[in-house]
């Protein structure tokens, strides 16, 4: 069963389109790194993943079940903003988050939050925007979700603190086979964690597969400055510097005299696609 699926998903908010006739089945256990240029929709994509958004079009399914105007039981979303009360200490803030939610489990929260130190009596107002995202974290983690969504958890994190909230995460799927959708700008961290790929353009899906299958079908090949004829497979994007050119192929045949292939990393797949979809548009 897919944790996560859709079929002709599409969101409009007026006349701007922000998700269209999107179709992904992500399966279960797998880390997936959804990653786009700003507005590509990946908030919009995990807000009606998340049923606080109606899409305008298509479906939604969390674990087979048709995603209806609320968040599935199995899962936990951790939207941008971070829903906290300000004015509460981090101890009522846990309380509540506990009588909030019928499946709760007090101490993974005050394991995930082991390694902060955190005051149980500091207000959430005083605390720092990293701190409160490992809060905010430590709350969705309490669910004991089989399918968590994270709306750029890294984004306000130094160093320190985004290896530990991988390593709080990584955790719950090592332990519980728990599958994980987290949004970033972050390529370099996303590589160490992720197993598999969703990359939005201006809300549609350029890519989305097993991390290690999509770059084992790609290659970045250099050669001479020529009409490209010689090379087969699909060429994703091309660019050129001196007498040599440089194309990121998808399915690449035997290379003519003169070129030679590399296996790309993520990031440079990913920049690619992204800069083809724009010098297209």
């Not at 489990?105 to 130190?117: F, I, N, Q």
């Not at 720092?128 to 969705?140: C, D, I, K």
Request: proline share 4%; net charge negative; hydrophobic share 40%.
């Amino acid at each position: 069963m897919s944790a996560l699926s859709t079929i002709g998903l599409s969101k409009n908010y007026g006349g701007r389109r922000a998700l269209q006739d999107c179709a992904v089945d992500l399966p279960e256990g797998k880390v997936v790194g959804l990653v786009g240029s700003n507005g590509a929709g990946k908030s919009t994509f995990l807000a009606l993943a998340a049923g606080l958004v109606r899409p305008s079009a298509g479906t939604v399914r969390v674990f087979g079940d048709e995603v209806r105007g609320r968040l599935h039981p199995e899962a936990a979303y951790l939207p941008q903003h971070r829903p906290l009360y300000k004015d509460f200490t981090v101890g009522e803030m846990i309380r509540a988050a506990g009588a909030m939610n019928q499946r709760w489990s007090r101490d993974r929260v005050e394991e995930a939050l082991e390694a902060t130190e955190l005051d149980c009596d500091a207000r959430v107002s005083s605390l720092s925007q990293g701190t409160r995202t490992q809060l905010a974290l430590a709350l969705s983690l309490g669910r004991l979700p089989k399918l968590l969504l994270l709306d750029e958890p890294l984004a306000d994190l130094d160093v320190l603190a985004r290896e530990d909230v991988l390593r709080l995460v990584m955790t719950d799927v090592a332990d519980r086979g728990m599958t994980v959708v987290l949004s970033s700008h972050l390529l370099a961290d996303l590589r160490d964690v992720c197993d598999h790929l969703l990359l939005l353009h201006e809300g549609r899906v350029l890519l989305e597969g097993d991390i290690e299958e999509i770059l084992d079908e790609h290659s970045d090949i250099v050669g001479p400055v020529d009409d490209g004829t010689s090379i087969t497979g699909t060429v994703i994007r091309t660019s050129r510097a001196g007498r040599q050119q440089r194309m990121l192929v998808r399915a690449p045949g035997s290379l003519a005299p003169g070129w030679e292939a590399q296996p790309p990393d993520l990031e440079g797949l990913v920049t690619n696609y992204l800069r083809a979809s724009r010098e297209t548009a």
